[in-house]
Each structure stands twice: as structure tokens, then as C-alpha cells.
């Protein structure tokens, strides 16, 4: 799905929906792409690609997209919770850490650096925006993808960080991962789509 139709259709979701609703989670894989944070540096961006780079409203500096990752949106009301931006990406790191548990990978996350991490190599990256107490964006988990795009940028703003892919480390389909997500999703109350 295209990045940027699906961040519209997340923005609009947002604007119009009310507190009682309930929480969405979607999970999509998006053609490639770079995307940049709002407040994202160009300077991250080491060559020129064919790539599109695409300056998202979501925090956090560039990442890439592309067919074999797993993108996962959380559009959840985060007031309703009383969570604030800080506990909801502590929810979501220990999400996919537990996630990665579930195939033996001892996943961590890294003080000062939102995301996950397997043998100090970035596996998920988090990119949130918090918009009338609902947050959008997400999560993206690196499965089974060309991983060379990540050489043309300072991922996430960090020079000489590597990035691995769960089909490094195990072996595992697309569909698998979607449907233990899912259920790990439902365990917290959240509507997996």
C-alpha cells in the first residue's frame, strides 16, 4: 500500500474519530520508500536513490519502507489509557520484544533509542504522532526484505547503525508474524485489522 495514501487515510481517521471509539491497529507493507520525520535532518539522507523521500508528520528522523517489512499503525487513544507518549512506546517496544520471543530472539531496546534491537543491530523502528490524545504511525518490523536500502541513510539519525531482519535470525513467514502479532494484540485489548 502506498505510504502516502495510508497516511492520509491515518490522519483522517484521527480527525474524525471520537474518544469512545475503539483502538485499530493496521498492518500493511508499503512499496519503497524513505520517510522522514517532521523534524527529520536531510543530512541523514547519505545518496541520492530512485527511492521517493517522503517528510511524514511522525516523529523521529528517516527510516525505510519496502516490500518483506511488516508496518504496523496503532491508532489508539492514549487519553482514555492515561498514557503518554513515553509509556505508549515502552508498550510498544515490550510488545514486539515479546513478539520476537515468541521465535527464541532475545530482543532489547536501547536507552535514548526507541526501537528494537537483536545483537545491537535494529530490527523495529518506532515513529509516533500524538494528535488530540490519539496516536498514529507505528511500528516497523524488518522480516524478510532487501535490507541495502538502509546503506543509502543514517538510520534514524545514527551514523554506522546496522539493521538485521527476523529471516536472519529465524525462519518465519510474513503471515506467521502478522497472526502472532495479532494475537499478542488481542491479549491487550486492542483491535488487530
Known sequence: MD????????????NLRQQH?????????????????????????????????VRSDRGGEITYHGPGQLVVYFLINIK???????????????????????????????????????????????????????????????IDMDLSPFNNINICGYKSLEVTQLNNLTSVSMKEVKDDLKALIKNRNFKAA
Open 80 to 142: 482514555r489509557l492515561g498514557w503518554g507518549p513515553k509509556k505508549l512506546i515502552f508498550y510498544l517496544e515490550e510488545l514486539f520484544i515479546s513478539l520476537l520471543n515468541n521465535y527464541d530472539i532475545e530482543a532489547k531496546r536501547k536507552a535514548g533509542a526507541p526501537g528494537i534491537y537483536v545483537d545491537e543491530k535494529k530490527i523495529a523502528s518506532i515513529g509516533l504522532k500524538i494528535k488530540r490524545g490519539f496516536s498514529y504511525h507505528g511500528v516497523s518490523l524488518n
Open 3 to 14: 505510504y502516502e495514501e495510508v497516511w492520509q487515510s491515518m490522519v483522517s481517521a484521527v
Open 21 to 53: 471509539e475503539i483502538d485499530e491497529v493496521w498492518l500493511v507493507q508499503h512499496p519503497a520508500v524513505f520517510t522522514l520525520g517532521y523534524a527529520g535532518s536531510e543530512i541523514n539522507i547519505l545518496n541520492q536513490t530512485n527511492i521517493p523521500v
